[in-house]
């Protein structure tokens, strides 16, 4: 089992890349939505939210990723079917 990266994890990390790309498409949207959060509401000062923006765009990537990733295994299981 896959241990879920928190968002102070994820600003602390010195590899955000490497941390990222471990994540599953459930844990990235629920960083990303807690980012999200953070941001809106004001809780962060002005360099926490670049560093958690800079963070969002890298989860975002990897989300984007699994999703084509997704779309290319119902494509082949679509042919196979038809």
């Given at each position: ?10 600003l602390a990390t010195e590899d ?22 953070k941001v809106e509401t004001g ?6 939210s670049i560093l958690s923006y ?29």
């Amino acid at each position: 089992m896959v241990k879920k990266l928190s968002l102070k994890e994820l600003l602390a990390t010195e590899d955000p890349a490497k941390v990222i790309e471990t994540l599953s498409f459930e844990q990235g949207l629920s960083l990303l939505e807690e980012l999200v959060e953070k941001v809106e509401t004001g809780a962060l000062d002005l360099d926490a939210s670049i560093l958690s923006y800079e963070r969002g765009m890298l989860v975002i990537s990897q989300l984007r990723a699994l999703l084509e990733g997704a779309e290319k295994k119902l494509k082949v299981v679509n042919k196979k079917g038809s």
